[in-house]
């Protein structure tokens, strides 16, 4: 591989990590995040019998939702408005090709947000072993290996809905679209699991529900994954496990939409006309 392709590729994820740790929505955003998982502890210590079931539920919380701002925001200020700008056509006179800047600047932002979860993560460790060192709960937590994983999930999350905002951005003139769809995506995906359980049992007797939106949600099942399959908050709060097939299975199904989006993105990237 020629020297000057990987330098060229760690050009645009370092150049990626700076902008995106300068930005304006990266401070406001992450300084949201901190307050929400600090704030977990303080909200702790007005639950005297699960102080640390509550830490933790509202730290994961906003550690999911601030790392979802900053997933959408990244992609809009540091390639969607590239785009509109037209700048990127300067990174395109490299001896690069479209693919390489567009996985260059993904990288960089997954880089991004593995930084800032693994920052929440620890604060979070902190408040909820802090909330817990004072009273010893019924049915406690775990903060070791199950605590980590369900960081790796909400990290997942994150990527996932990242590569549907990139992908948007490759195909949108609109700066403001990937963060727009981006945010209805986060809706959706979290809350059609819940819609087809639901409706798979019987959605209380309502069958005109059913006929109405049944082959609705089927079809959204085919184009959205279910990432609240990703959501193993239960095993760090209560000790209780999901079943062994849950996690890789989830992890399996986050990472296939990952590259399905991002070699979407490249393909309409790589078709796109500058003027």
Request: overall charge neutral; some cysteine.
């Given at each position: ?9 760690l050009?645009?994820i370092?150049t990626t990590?700076l902008s995106?740790?300068?930005?304006r929505?990266?401070q406001?955003v992450?300084?949201?995040g901190?307050?929400l ?8 210590l ?8 509550v ?12 790392l979802t701002?900053?997933?959408?925001f990244w ?14 056509t ?7 090709s479209?693919?390489?800047y567009?996985v260059?600047r993904?990288l960089?932002i997954t880089?991004l947000l593995?930084?800032a979860?693994v920052?929440f ?5 902190i408040?909820a072993f802090?909330?817990s060192?004072n009273?010893?709960q019924a ?9 980590w994983?369900?960081m790796?999930g ?10 549907f ?5 490759c ?14 995506f986060?809706?959706i995906?979290h809350?059609?699991?819940?819609v087809?359980q639901f ?5 209380y007797?309502?069958?005109e529900?059913i006929?109405?939106f049944?082959?609705t949600i089927h079809?959204a099942?085919?184009i ?5 399959r990703l959501?193993w908050?239960s095993?760090?709060?209560y000790g209780?496990p ?5 996690i890789?299975?989830s992890?399996?199904?986050a990472i296939?939409?990952i590259?399905l989006?991002l070699?979407?993105a490249?393909?309409?990237f790589d ?5």
């Amino acid at each position: 591989m020629p020297v000057s392709f990987v330098t060229l590729m760690l050009e645009f994820i370092l150049t990626t990590w700076l902008s995106g740790r300068r930005s304006r929505s990266f401070q406001i955003v992450f300084s949201l995040g901190l307050l929400l998982v600090i704030g977990g502890y303080f909200a702790s210590l007005f639950s005297p019998r699960q102080p640390e079931t509550v830490a933790l539920d509202i730290g994961i919380s906003g550690m999911r939702f601030s790392l979802t701002l900053l997933s959408l925001f990244w992609v809009q200020d540091m390639f969607g408005k590239e785009i509109e700008r037209k700048t990127s056509t300067l990174f395109l006179t490299y001896p690069i090709s479209r693919a390489h800047y567009v996985v260059g600047r993904f990288l960089g932002i997954t880089l991004l947000l593995f930084t800032a979860a693994v920052i929440f993560a620890f604060l979070l460790w902190i408040s909820a072993f802090t909330a817990s060192s004072n009273y010893i709960q019924a049915h406690q937590g775990s903060l070791g290996m199950p605590f980590w994983i369900t960081m790796l999930g909400i990290w997942l999350d994150c990527v996932v809905i990242c590569a549907f905002a990139f992908c948007i951005a490759c195909l949108s003139t609109m700066p403001t679209l990937p963060l727009l769809l981006g945010a209805l995506f986060f809706v959706i995906s979290h809350t059609l699991g819940a819609v087809v359980q639901f409706l798979g049992e019987g959605a209380y007797g309502q069958k005109e529900l059913i006929d109405n939106f049944g082959a609705t949600i089927h079809f959204a099942q085919l184009i959205v994954p279910d990432l609240s399959r990703l959501d193993w908050r239960s095993w760090t709060m209560y000790g209780t496990p999901p079943d062994v097939t849950a996690i890789p299975l989830s992890i399996l199904m986050a990472i296939s939409y990952i590259f399905l989006m991002l070699l979407l993105a490249l393909k309409i990237f790589d078709t796109r006309e500058f003027d």
